[in-house]
């Protein structure tokens, strides 16, 4: 799957992630939008609650 991963302090990229395996109970939907949140911007930022690489989108 096609996913912007967060690689560093104020650094995006586009990156292909494995596609995820619901597990039994859950269910994998089709995206077709998606925003950010002011949580993904303060991630960009590097907020310490925060890692690298990330993929945001948590919403």
């Given amino acids: 799957m ?8 104020d650094q995006l990229e586009w ?7 619901p597990k039994d ?3 994998r939907l089709r995206t ?4 950010i949140c002011s949580s993904d911007l303060e991630m960009m930022a ?8 990330q ?3 948590h919403e």
């Fill in 15 to 21: 990156a292909e992630l494995p596609l995820p395996v």
């Fill in 2 to 9: 096609r996913a912007i991963l967060n690689t560093g302090k």
């Fill in 25 to 27: 109970g859950e269910a």
């Fill in 32 to 35: 077709s939008v998606c925003g």
């Fill in 46 to 53: 590097g907020w310490s609650r925060g890692r690298f690489p």
């Fill in 55 to 57: 993929v945001l989108g």
